[in-house]
Every structure is written in structure tokens, then in C-alpha cells.
């Protein structure tokens, strides 16, 4: 538990103390604002002294060194983003900063699970010395699933006793987000073992649809929160059994719409927003959790509520007494914001300044700032990010078993749902080709797919069809495949399937396009870990940019195709999943055969 | 921070896991009760399973091994009282969690201030070692102003070294009650020590009509919470400030009236209630935090949000993950409740049964616990409670200074407020005697007070007057008198008011009531540091029934003339006290004269 000034000396209390009488000018005043008041409802016109990274005083009149008019403008505490993947931004904590902090977010809740299973001990060591520098503060919450299941070939394998490492350290949080479901419910030792020794911190979770007895015996785990709840029912039913929800608005995964209503002046304190994987293009576009309160605003729910759970209630609902409240003795996390419309929130707001502990926030320091670290910030490591042996191109063809005599066969095929995580799963008749093979049904938009394990030279390729990504021609290929990260790729035959693994492979790690000659049409390079770049948020944002009018040239029509491919091999969200292993039918939690006859 | 389920094992795990799923039967189910959902609010209808201490599923159907109809009842969490000094009790813990559990308090937070005023590290680590065998939760915070000012003495003194040998101890919170306000405000570097040892933890407040910039200063040094505001403006200000205020309903300070209506959806969860102080009888008669919330519900406020803040806002304003909610991972802290009126709260409630950990509180079972402890509770001291010399009648004379020749004076005189711990600053003027004495004038109701040091025969004794006793003859003397505890009496004449100490004396420490011609009209010893006794509640309440009878019969007309008399000796609380060093003008911070003539 973090409280307020923990940091206190009598040095700095005196001085805290005499800024706050009015006996001394403060550093920084904000005039005439209108300050939320989290702990009781509305907004109180006035000043806030800041000295140092501490808010001294509201809302009585005060003066400082530095004097800004908020005339018309809104005080709310800093936002939270109580669960993310800095990751799946796809660059470095400090390029994540340099694109969420100028939107209010102060600090964020970092589950480093991505990086964690390609480098193991190396990713979460990396994740926390990569937040130390940063002015955002970055919380950890250890990576509790590595790898998320045993149905993978992860780059690393964290037992209980190698996350007891991490327990008791500056900055970590508790356990994140305890996605091995099934192993609670059946007990598995490893998961006991791993509960236990994080017993005393915030043990997170990752429940979709969990529903019942079934969630009342994962909650019994003393699992905290979840950020995976996808429509208000399920949300209030975890709530009503007093477990956190986490309102997560990612790239790819979009539950605001459905959730936000459950935000109210009763619930504001326990709820928290969050953007779990979130790319810099759309941060650039719409905004981070700004955005999500955006959305809300726009459905004309209640402001103080909305920015409320942005910030207090994800402070306190993780142990940080420290920050979310605008008040002395409270970190001076603050956002002066303006309502689109003056007189209504109903049109949304902006985002005007940004304090961070007290310091104003100038986009063009942070990107300086980053710009000065360079290469640095990469994990000390001379290991390749791609490690596969030659593969060939037999390890790509999807062949009937024996059993199978016709000229069809009936196929498992996962059912993409655009914006959602969670997919189908649906059953197509295929043909059967004169060599035994199912190949892609471009004109039915039943597409192969496929997951290259690229940690330990495995050689394993697990196959499947995929229906939803509509590609006409080519493929799409990263080193990005949740959780385990192999390359995952999608395409319209084997050989624009070959041309991008090779292409990622080329490039040590990143996101490719390819066409039907196998020609790149767009690429970006991900060197730290296959996963991320040291690039800034406007470059990464050009290269998504191009790499999305690739993909739209080849025929695809998804907002966000390469999140969208990458979780396809997330064998912890339901229904049909594939990794290096094989197809896997989650809510069986266990592997399946693309082909329903000839089947055992 | 406590988090749900720390205890885990393994083995606990996999029975909770398979009782949530209904695999198994639960040890304690109630069947059909109305559960509040503190976390989005209403009620919901069905079964509460319970495995040894911890809830394992709401609200589907469950059987166990022992079933409760609760139909019609509400299943509401444990009330906490955020802040008690058990002491006020007049009772030892276990004595007093036999008073409150059965009303539905299963936590306290309790500052063991006045045990630690007089007998220091033995008093504190005694309060620890007291709450250890107890069946509810009594977490500590550390007292951290003992003594509360030097302008008194006390029979201890505790520095900023000797506090931090408690910092890390299992069960304590925080820092209790910071009540040198001046210090912090004037920087007094023994307080921003004190201050700084704590941080980190909570450090709590006590700022009694601290308002602007001054309540600001006081903030800035991380005080996290209040306890002590007396009107709902004070309150309003304090919550806008980030402070958690805690609504007091006392024996004597009574706040409930004038706070409650702050009590709102969205203030709840960051509010509490606590007692302070408060004697068994009232707690009998009235009850304890149940109290507090029937008051609210009888005001017409929402049953939801009141038990809310009696549990939930309560927990986690003080960093309690663990309970405060009924929900599967949580504590099994359940109070069973009625509506006294069927349909509606505006009548009050009752509790009907209560679980702690869960297992049901029975009376009978926790006063035989109370009475096989037997006198094993008391500290490990052979000191004397009280230690003084022998005082000649002199000390108790109220001599004029040589200055004054007229036959009447003007004194400064102590305004009692019933049912108020704060006072009036008076002046009356009082006819001189031909001994040059200033004596009791009855018929005015202006009485001499008096109070003697007890702890290290200094023979120390502070004189003063004061209005609002209303006796007619005799004395009340007690070795109760906040904080320093030294004998304090309140009398009609001289001769009474020594007879009424030696009382005191005799019984090495209590309360006493004596009338014009010295006999003892009723008595309660106070065994354990002159403070509390092992007696049971019932006997206790008999006492305290006999010695305000008593007090009648010599004239008094205060409902809680005990209390009332031992805070007047409370130097921290505006506006005129008397310590025994002397009368104390507590807005100056300094000693003042009886006299207002003649002062030089």
C-alpha cells in the first residue's frame, strides 16, 4: 500500500507546510479551476498549489512561481490505465509514455506478460529497469501465466518459485492477470503454488465469461479484478460478487460501449478503465483512457463518475492512496481539461495540460527525452528474436488423415468477430484436393492459418483455416502471437504463407504484408523481443499506416488485422484457438483436429 | 494492504474451490437472504455458502452442513468502528468485544492512547498481545502523541524511536490520532519525525475545526483521515480535501446528527463510522456502530449507503482489501439484519445474528471466554495505579494573586457543552473570601475542578472553575482524564472534593461519587492502569447505572458526567481545559490564569 508524501522529510514537510499557510509562494498555481471532488461528488472553483511533485493546497487563493490561468477549465486527476501491455503498443516504456502521458494518462498498471514469455526472467527484469526513468509512473504486476498455457512453445517457462523474485519489489504490484482459469478450478498444484505466493498482494484476473459457481470458485483464489468482461450482465455479476471491473477499450478488443452504463456515483470507486493492448495509431487518433471517458461523456453519462473511476478508482482499487485525488497531500497528478462545448459535457472534452508530479507535461521533452536513450532501452540479450530451423514447405500443408476418402471433408474453422477477442467456433465443408490437401477457399474467405514456433527451434507449424479476414491475394505475417509470441500468419495460399514467415524472419521480428508473388508490400521491424521498437509514436504510427493500406490492398477488411491475427493464438480466450501445437478448442481446454471426420 | 484469502494453502484452496462449485457442501450456507452489493449497489436475493472463515459463493443456491433460513433478512457486512479507544469501554478487549460483537462490529481500529499515556511500551504492547486470542479483528494504530501535549504530565513518553519498534508489527495499521496540530503547523521537529517514521503507513488525523489554509498545511504532512468534525460544513470541507471522515457517535461526542447526511452513493465508500468513545451502557441500551447507522436510517438516508460506510468504506479507507464485502474470497464477517418495520428501513433496523470469520457469535460463549481469562487479561505491572504524595488541603485552595484587592474577581471558567468534548472560554466574576480564596459559587453552577498527577508523585495539582455540573453538594472525582490520565474531580467544597481523591486512592484507580459530608456514594474500581476493568459488560452497565444515579443525587444533570469530567483534562481539544499543571486557553496552545485580573 502506497500512502500520501511517504516520501516525507522534515525538510520537505516544512516547506510543505509554509506553501500550504500561504507563508511562501508555491511552485505552481492553477487559478480560478474547477476542481472534481472525488470524495464527495461536484466541482469546487478555486486554486491548487503545487511544490514539488505534491499539491499543497485547494482551493483556497494562492500564489506561485509559476501562475496558470484555468479560467474555464477542469481539474481532474491524472488517468490510470489499470491494465496494459506496454507491449502491444509495440515500442519501449519511454515511447510509451511520450504517446500516452500528453492524453492525462499518469501512470499505468504494466503486466510485461508479452515480453515475459519470449526473454522469461530477462523480459520482466527489462520491464521493470524500463520504468525507473520514466516521469509516468509504471506499476508492475508480474506475469502469472508464463506460458499462459501448456497447449504453447513459449520462449520461457516462470514457475512459482522463480516469480517469488519479484514479490516484495519496488514497483510490483501483485500477480497479473490469472488467466489459467481451469487450473483453478481443478487444482492444479502449480497454480496453488503460485497463489500462495503472492498471497498478500493483489492476485488480478482474466475471467471471460466466467459466469456462476464456476466464478465464485475462481474468486475464491482471492483473484482482485478483471478486465474481461465483454458485456454489462457479466460485468455486474462480478461486481455483485465483489471483484474489480476493469473497462477495457483496446485496438482490437472494445467493451466501453457495453460496459460504461455501469459506471455511477455507487460504483465510480471500485471500477477502473483500461486499454490492455492499444496501438500508438489509435492513441494518436482517439486517445487513450481519455478516450474511453470520451465515450462515456458521449453517451451522456455522468462526468464526475467517469473521471472518477479513470483515476481514483483504479488508485485505490490497486492499494495506491497516493494519487487520484486532487488535494493536499496527494501526488500532483493532475489534467486540465475543457468540455468540447462549453456548458456540456454531452460533446465530450480535451485534454489542455497535464501535470506529472507536479511537472508540466511538453510532448516535445519526452520525445527529446527518448530520443536521447536510443537504443538503450533494449534488453541486454545477443540472442536473435527469431530462432526457427529451415522449414519446408510440406510443414505448411494442411493434409486430410487417411480416414478421409471423399472429395469434401468437414473443417473446423475459427470464426474471427471483428473487435473482439473471442472467436467462433464454426465447422465448413472443404474440398479435398487430388494430393490430400485442404487449401484456402479464398472466394468463401476461408483462409489458412498458421503459427511458426520461433523461440527453440522446434520446427513445429500448427495449421488451421481461419473465416473473417477476407484477404484476396498474399498474406499477413508477425512475431506477435499472444501469449507465447511464435509467428503467426494468415494467408491465401502456402506460398505467400512461406514468403512472410520468411520476411519476419528476415527482418529478426516484426509485422509483414506480403502479396501473391510473396513480394513485401509493407513491413515493420520489431527488434526488442520480436515485440517492440525504439521508435517514436509518429513513426510507429506511419509504419501501422502503411502496413494497414497493405493489408487493405490484399483484400482485408478489419480495422485492426494484425492485433486481430496476433490473438488468435490465445489458447485462454474462448472458443477455437491455434498455436505452434495445433488447433485448440478452449472451452474444452484442450486440442481439437481442423477436420471433424476422420477424427479418432 | 490485507488482501482476500492471504491464508492460503493449497489444501484450503482446493476445499474452498470445490464448496464454491457446489461439489461439496459448504460448512454454513444461509439460505434466501437479501445481500447487499456494496460494490454497484441494491440487494440481491439468495444463498451465502461459508467455508470455515471465508464466503465462497453468492448468490446461487448452496447446501451445508449448517443452513439459516434467511428469508426476510438482509446480509449486510460487519460493521467497523474506524476508531475506538477500547478504554472509553471502562472494559479490557475481551470484555469489550462481549459489549459490541453482538451489536455486529467485527473489526475496530484501535488506538490504545490512554493505556499508553499511563503505562507507556507496557501499555502498547499489552493492547497487541490483548487483541491476538480475540475472536474480532482489533487492529492497532500506534498512539502518537503520548504525552498528547507537555503541557501536562503524563506516565510516559513515547518518542519517534520508541514508536517505530511497533512500525512493522502484524496487526497494527498506522499512526492514531495526530493530534499536535501546532506542531505540525509550527514545525516541531519531534512531530515531523514521528511523521516521518510513519510514512508509508496511515498516518490519522485529528484536527478538531481545522478549516482553509491551515487544514491544508496539516494535509500536506500526509494525515490521511478525521474523526473529530462537529458539523457538516467542517466535514464537507474536510472530504473535499481528500480526508476520510469518520462520523463519531460517542458516550459524549455525538456527530452523528450533524454528519450523517454526507453520507451519499458516491461518498460512501470512502467514509466510516467509529464511537471514539463510548461506555457499555449506552452501547446496551443503544448499541454501538448499529447505532450510528439506525440513526441515519430514522434521518430518512439510504440503507445502502449507510451499511456501506459502516463496512466497506470503513475497510477500504484503511487499506482492508480482505472484508467488507459479501462476496466469495472475502472474510465471513456477516451481519444478519431485520427491518424493524417490514418493507421499509425508516423505522431502524436490528441485527439478528452475526457471523465473525465464520462462525456465528454467540453472547453466552464470549462471556464465558471473557470470565476462564479471569484477571489473566491485566498488564504484567506490580505499579501502583495511583501514585501520589500526600496532598495538604492547601494545594487545593484557589488563592487570588496579591495583585488583586477588590472582593470580587473575574475567572476564567470552563464552559461544559453536554454532549460536546469541546468547551466555552467563560468569565464570571466571583466573590473573593477574607482569606484572599476564590471558592465554589453552587448557586451559579460554578463548581472548582481540579486535576492531580497520579503517575509520578509530583504532587502536581491544576485548579480551575467550571460551569454546567450542576451539583448541589459533593464530588466527582476519576483517574480517567484525557490523555494523561491523571486523577480528575469536579466539587462543591474542598473537603469534598479531597474525600472524593482519596476515594480514588483508595481503590487504586476508578470513578467515584461522594456527597457533602465525604461519604462514597458509588464506585467503579478501575484495576487495570486506573482505566478498565475486567468486569463483564452487565456489570459494568449496573455501575455506571448506580454512579450516574449517584450523580443525580448530588445534583447533576448531565447525562454522561463521567466522560464528560475526564475530557475537561483534554488540552488538544478547544477552547479552555486544565491539566495538572493548570488551566490551558487550548487556541493559544498555552497556560492561561484563572484570573483575568491581576494577570500581570
Given at each position: 500500500m502506497r500512502t500520501k508524501v511517504?516520501?516525507?522529510?522534515p525538510e520537505l514537510l516544512a516547506k510543505r507546510v509554509a506553501a500550504a499557510q500561504g507563508k511562501s509562494p508555491a511552485d505552481v498555481v492553477v487559478r480560478n479551476v474547477q476542481i472534481l471532488d472525488v470524495f464527495g461528488g461536484g466541482f469546487t472553483t478555486g486554486d491548487i498549489a503545487i511544490v514539488g511533485d505534491v499539491i499543497?493546497?485547494?482551493p483556497e487563493a494562492y500564489s506561485g512561481t509559476q501562475e496558470i490561468d484555468g479560467t474555464h477549465l477542469f481539474a481532474v486527476p491524472g488517468f490510470i490505465d489499470s491494465h496494459v501491455h506496454i507491449e502491444s503498443s509495440l515500442m519501449t516504456p519511454v515511447r510509451f509514455q511520450e504517446s500516452v502521458l500528453p492524453r492525462g494518462t499518469t501512470t499505468a498498471f504494466w503486466d510485461p506478460h508479452e515480453v515475459a514469455n519470449v526473454l522469461g526472467h530477462l523480459g520482466v527484469r527489462w520491464a521493470l529497469d524500463s520504468c525507473r526513468d520514466l516521469l509516468m509512473d509504471v506499476f508492475v504486476l508480474v506475469p502469472s501465466c508464463v506460458p499462459a498455457t501448456d497447449m504453447e512453445t513459449s520462449g520461457a517457462h516462470l514457475t512459482a518459485d522463480d516469480l517469488l523474485e519479484y514479490r516484495n519489489e519496488k514497483g510490483v504490484l501483485g500477480l497479473a492477470e490469472f488467466m489459467n482459469v481451469p487450473g483453478v478450478l481443478f487444482g492444479c498444484p502449480e497454480v496453488a503454488q503460485k497463489l500462495t505466493t503472492y498471497a498478500g498482494t493483489i492476485r488480478d484476473g482474466h475471467s471471460p465469461m466466467l459466469r456462476g459457481r464456476d466464478l465464485n470458485a475462481y474468486l475464491c483464489a482471492g483473484i482482485h479484478g478483471c478486465h474481461?468482461?465483454?458485456?454489462a450482465e457479466e460485468a455486474r455479476e462480478k461486481m455483485r460478487k465483489g471483484m474489480h471491473v476493469l473497462i477495457r477499450e483496446g485496438s482490437c478488443a472494445k467493451d466501453a460501449h457495453a460496459l460504461l452504463s455501469l459506471v455511477t456515483p455507487y460504483s465510480s470507486a471500485v471500477m477502473a478503465l483500461c486499454s490492455d493492448d492499444r496501438n500508438p495509431l489509435d492513441v494518436a487518433a482517439e486517445g487513450h483512457i481519455d478516450h474511453i471517458i470520451d465515450i462515456g461523456l458521449q453517451k451522456g453519462l455522468n462526468a464526475e463518475d467517469l473521471f472518477r473511476a479513470a483515476s481514483f478508482g483504479a488508485a485505490r482499487s490497486y492499494g495506491l492512496f497516493d494519487r487520484g485525488v486532487i488535494a493536499p497531500g496527494y501526488l500532483a497528478d493532475v489534467c486540465l481539461v475543457k468540455q468540447k462545448r462549453p456548458g456540456t459535457w454531452a460533446e465530450g472534452f480535451e485534454v489542455v495540460h497535464v501535470f506529472k508530479k507536479g511537472r508540466k507535461v511538453e510532448l516535445a521533452e519526452l520525445s527529446h527525452f527518448a530520443q536521447e536513450l536510443g537504443t538503450r532501452?533494449?534488453?541486454?540479450?545477443?540472442?536473435?528474436n527469431i530462432n526457427t530451423v529451415a522449414l519446408a514447405s510440406e510443414k505448411f500443408r494442411l493434409s486430410v488423415p487417411s480416414s478421409v476418402t471423399g472429395k469434401t471433408v468437414m473443417c473446423r474453422t475459427i470464426g474471427l468477430i471483428p473487435k473482439k477477442i473471442i472467436t467462433e467456433n464454426l465447422v465448413f465443408e472443404m474440398s479435398v484436393g487430388g494430393d490430400g490437401v485442404v487449401a484456402a477457399d479464398v472466394s468463401r474467405d476461408i483462409l489458412k492459418i498458421a503459427v511458426v514456433e520461433r523461440h527453440h527451434k522446434t520446427g513445429n507449424v500448427g495449421l488451421g483455416l481461419v473465416k473473417?479476414?477476407?484477404?484476396?491475394?498474399g498474406a499477413i505475417a508477425l512475431s506477435i502471437g499472444h501469449d507465447s509470441h511464435n509467428i503467426t500468419v494468415v494467408g491465401c495460399d502456402d506460398a505467400s504463407i512461406i514468403a512472410a514467415v520468411d520476411a519476419v524472419k528476415r527482418c529478426d521480428g516484426g509485422i509483414v504484408v506480403v502479396d501473391a508473388g510473396g513480394k513485401v508490400l509493407a513491413q515493420l521491424p520489431l527488434p526488442i523481443a520480436g515485440l517492440m521498437t525504439d521508435a517514436s509514436p509518429v513513426e510507429v504510427a506511419e509504419h501501422l499506416r502503411a502496413l494497414k493500406a497493405a493489408a487493405r490492398q490484399i483484400g482485408c477488411t478489419l480495422d485492426e488485422p494484425f492485433l486481430q491475427l496476433s490473438f488468435l493464438a490465445l489458447p485462454v480466450i474462448p472458443s477455437l484457438k491455434i498455436t505452434d501445437k495445433g488447433l485448440v478448442d478452449v472451452n474444452a481446454f484442450a486440442f481439437t483436429s481442423v477436420f471433424v471426420e476422420g477424427n479418432g
Open positions: 511517504s516520501d516525507t522529510t499543497v493546497g485547494v474481461e468482461s465483454t458485456t532501452t533494449r534488453p541486454k540479450t545477443t540472442k536473435r473473417g479476414f477476407q484477404l484476396r491475394q
